[in-house]
């Protein structure tokens, strides 16, 4: 899954999907506005992997760790 910038300026990124059990049922594309926590991290990432991406380079990992 790709995160991206929205017209409006929130992001819209990957998150994981567990049931009441801690196990993983899938993952989930979500949008998050500027108030969000990792909000700066996410946008720093969409940077870096959109200027390698055009240096023809491969995009760097994910920010975040699935739980």
């Known amino acids: 899954m790709q995160a991206h910038r929205l017209p409006n300026g929130n992001l ?3 998150q994981r999907v567990t ?3 801690g196990n ?4 989930v594309l979500v949008e998050i506005g500027p108030q969000h926590p990792e909000y700066r991290c996410w946008l720093d990432w969409i ?3 959109r ?6 380079r ?3 990992a994910r920010p975040w760790k699935p739980s």
């Open 58 to 60: 491969k995009p760097s």
């Open 12 to 14: 819209m990124v990957p």
């Open 24 to 27: 993983i049922t899938g993952d």
């Open 19 to 21: 049931d009441a059990e």
């Open 47 to 49: 940077k870096r992997d």
């Open 51 to 56: 200027t390698a991406t055009r240096r023809g």
